[in-house]
């Protein structure tokens, strides 16, 4: 079974830059896009943004927009998420996950495969 990890995590500053890196262990013949959510502790899992293996077109939540940049490499089956300037509120678990689906990308229930997750800190 084809299992994703996430990696790159970990504890900046305010205004720091950090990538997260999604790599599937096998090919996702079944994967239209990969998604990337988040989870704060207390709050609910979040859509983040999204990036079809086709043409690389992404979508983004508003709150990351000009400061996250989502791009993939094919060959690899690796998905990345650079994160610029990042802020206290963007700290969270990071996980990436895969959809079958062109619709529905923003929910959390369109995605059939998810990693483990990958913990991202920001201290102000």
């Known amino acids: 079974q084809v299992q994703l990890v996430e990696s790159g995590g970990g504890l900046v500053q305010a205004g720091d830059s950090l990538r997260l890196s999604c790599t599937a262990s096998g090919r996702l013949f079944s994967s239209y896009a990969m998604g990337w959510f988040r989870q704060a502790p207390g709050k609910e899992r979040e859509f983040v943004v999204r990036?079809?293996?086709?043409?690389?077109?992404?979508y983004y939540a508003d709150f990351v927009k000009g400061r996250f940049t989502i791009f993939r490499d094919n060959a690899k089956n690796t998905v990345y998420l650079q994160m610029n300037s990042l802020r206290p509120e963007d700290t969270a678990v990071y996980y990436c996950a895969s959809t079958p689906f062109n619709t529905g990308w923003a929910m959390s229930s369109k995605y059939d495969l998810w990693g483990q997750g990958t913990q991202v800190t920001v201290s102000s």
């Open positions: 990036i079809r293996w086709s043409d690389g077109s992404a």
